[in-house]
Nanobody
Framework: QVQLVESGGGLVQAGGSLRLSCAASGRSFSSYGLGWFRQVPGKERTFVAS????????YYADSVKGRFTISRDDAKNSVYLEMNRLTPDGTAVYYC????????????????WGQGTQVTVSS
């Protein structure tokens, strides 16, 4: 099992940047595929980005391509989401997730979830 704790959320102006971090505890962090999702009240949690185990292949939602970057540091048991040129529709709770699969982009492809961190983008 793995436990995930997100940090780095906050309030930022449109056009600004934030870096989210997710620290994991548990064993064999490097064996998990990792991802970030986001959710606004009353709506389904949606895929933002994911990164595979071993090779570090990355995948992004079309809405964030070119602006967001996912990365991982297995030595630090951490995964990151660098968010640039944020827009107000980026306001959401952002969740870190881990999958025992190589990688996934699907909500139900992930096995473990953090509690989320709030990101608010003001216009």
């Amino acid at each position: 099992q793995v436990q995930l704790v997100e940090s780095g959320g906050g309030l930022v102006q449109a056009g600004g940047s934030l870096r989210l971090s997710c620290a994991a505890s548990g064993r064999s962090f490097s064996s998990y595929g990792l991802g970030w999702f986001r959710q606004v009240p009353g709506k389904e949690r949606t895929f933002v980005a994911s990164i595979s185990r071993r090779t570090g292949d990355t995948y992004y939602a079309d809405s964030v391509k070119g602006r967001f970057t996912i990365s991982r540091d297995d030595a630090k048991n951490s995964v990151y989401l660098e968010m640039n040129r944020l827009t107000p529709d980026g306001t959401a709770v952002y969740y870190c997730a881990a999958t025992t699969s190589y990688v996934s982009t699907l909500l139900y492809g992930f096995d473990y979830w953090g509690q989320g961190t709030q990101v608010t983008v003001s216009s």
